[in-house]
């Protein structure tokens, strides 16, 4: 029996998203930059004798554990690319909260085909693999490669940007997700938007430079969700009036991020919005760090965070 793999997976913030024309396929045509943040929800895949799956954590309740979970539906789609069968038990933990605007889904999705890839020692390269995950959802290739990219296409086709810093968030939960599709809905019903190029968002990331890319974030599908969830509006405000260098709605939302000049001013900042109400749960990250990846466990059988790299502020 092959040894039990433990991957992690990050959530990931889009710094730039601008939505283009829906397409004949039902999605919409987008150009945004990702950025994979330090939260991270953890897979550990077992050789088993058919293909099940538990979830705990942060929104567990809300996660199907069936062939509707993510992870499963990417274990499945492995399997059949690989022509191996489908044989895993997935045990997930979740802290990227559900329906969040973070690619939680995205990442589980992402952390299966990593963990089972490793498991059934299937040989896929790397293409074959960002293959398989394009068919999971527009995110999930994001979710493999992590870092910092510029996402065309329905967001699916990747290419690497340069980002000169370790970049300091604060991501605030509310109290309930929203659905990715309904927000797209929101978009398709309003007014169109001018088309904002992402030249802004790209040249402060290449010059490492914190204030520029706050005052540079962009959201088309910001407009929407606050229609969906006008009180988002209030926790975005506090987040500026207590000196964040931007604040934005993640995705489709409804999480709010907020970029800081350091990892103090995180910690200040995460304190401050907790202490006023205006979230349900306030985290740190720092981005970018790495994509979903098989981490070290340590003899004690907990993963070795420190070995896995690209840790930051949790
Ligand atoms: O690709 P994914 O399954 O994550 O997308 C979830 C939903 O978000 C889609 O069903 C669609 O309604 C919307 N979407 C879109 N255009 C995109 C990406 C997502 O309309 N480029």
Redesign the pocket.
Known sequence: MPDPVTVRASAKVNLHLAVGP?RAD?????TTVYQAVSLYDELTVTAARDLTATVTGEGAGEVPSGTANLAVAAATALAASARVPAQAHLELVKTIPVAGGLAGG?ADAAAALVGCDALWRTGLDRPALLAVAETL???VPFAVAGGTMLGTG??ERLSPVLARATFHWVLAFADRGLS??AV?AEHDAADPLPEVPPDDVLAALRAGDPAALGAALHNDLQRSALRLRPALRRTLDAGLELGALGALVSG?GPTCIFLVRSSPAALALAASLAGMGVARTVRRAAGPVPGARVVDPSPAGQPDRAAAGGGGPG
């Open positions: 829906r039902g999605y919409h045509r987008l995205s959802g527009s995110d329905r967001g990715t599709a797209y489709s």
